[in-house]
């Protein structure tokens, strides 16, 4: 057998494949092949493997439940996403585009855990003593020390993790570390895997929690962290505009916990806030009076979200009407005006569309539909929208507003804020158990809604 063999991975999720293809069969993504030289059958891990304590097996009796002991970051959101904490022994990836916040997110969780006594180790490949230095002083009291290293050899890197057993590891970010035992360039797929695996043996054999940094990648060859999702215990993505200032912390993985929960933060001066009223953020600066505008409710995990939704309408002076969505799909845009031109009647193919989310959230859940719609007739029609008025519900193609879950807290989260009236569909209306103080219009088509506005 050939001591080396080429291979084509998906830098995007790692599909292998012995040849190169243009669109990957596993994750549907074009031009994301890369091609890597590795080698057969040697056992990579084998250096560091000879270093690590050696496992027996254990009575089933005789484990306890210490090790699945939880520490809290004594960030609340951050612990909510964690699924109260983190974990003994566990292995996270924490992915986000670049300059969304990583770095800083994690610093603060090392000052926290330092000064609640851990032994911390914050492993950069990217940024010098010096420059981690100075963002620390920005993010306040490091009064109880922790340890920095700067190096890209994780060979190094495990060893002094073993050598030392800290209680919290960051390595920042696992795209610039080097195995030296794999022949594949820095930040490959095969490289950063290999780290990685490395990492949740040191993670369960040492006794430490080590928390990955993966850069979302768009250009080059470099890997994604989703090549790394299967690998590890939990992953969380660090979402948001970076223009913005709001972040959100969403968890895609968690063996320890739901992946449902959410956490709001906002970056300052001095590092990321955390947002305990995301509602009330993102409709801060809501414009009084306009038209386009009205406030829907989105479920984040097990919270509702109360968010601005905008649309701006106009004709068109293009041969082909424009079409922007910010923080929504477009495709679901051009849905939803269809559907209201179809069975609405409301003639408006020959305008330019733009719609956006207010304060930049990134939002999934069809239950804004209504919202979207609204705001467009709004915006097309140039009547202003009550301010004091949520709507929320799921479109159908025939125009039907459809049921959406957890309605009740959405409506109380409304009632919490101010809000006086609510339009929701109608089966969710009948669902719902009484509430005062909030007036609520159940409604069984766009038509029926746009009447009720
Ligand atoms: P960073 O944590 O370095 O991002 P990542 O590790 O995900 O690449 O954050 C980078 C941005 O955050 C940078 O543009 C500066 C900004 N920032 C603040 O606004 N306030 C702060 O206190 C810090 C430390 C950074
Ligand atoms: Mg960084």
Redesign the pocket.
Known sequence: RKKEKTVFFCKECGHESTKWLGQCPGCGQWNTFVEEVIKNDTNLSGEISSDLPKTRPTKLKDVNYDEFSRTSTKMEELDRVLGGGIVKNSLILLG?D???????LLLQVCKNLANQDKKVLYVSGEESLQQIKM?AE??GDFSKDMYLYCETDLSDVSREIINNSPDFVVIDSIQTMYNANVTASLGSVSQIRESTGILMRLAKEVGTTIVI?GHVTKEGTVAGPRVLEHMVDTVLYFEGDRYASYRVLRSVKNRFGSTNEVGVFE?????LRQVNNPSEYMLSGRPENATGSIASCSMEGSRPILLEVQALICETSFQIPQRTANGIDLKRVNLLMAVLEKRARVKMSFCDAYVNIAGGLKIKEPAIDLGIALAMYSSFKNIPIDEKLVAFGEIGLSGEVRMVNMAEQRVLEAKKLGFEKVILPETSANSLKKISGIKIIGVKDVSEAIKAL
């Open positions: 986000g670049p300059g969304i916040g990583k770095s800083t963002r920005r993010l940094v970056m300052n001066e001095d590092g």
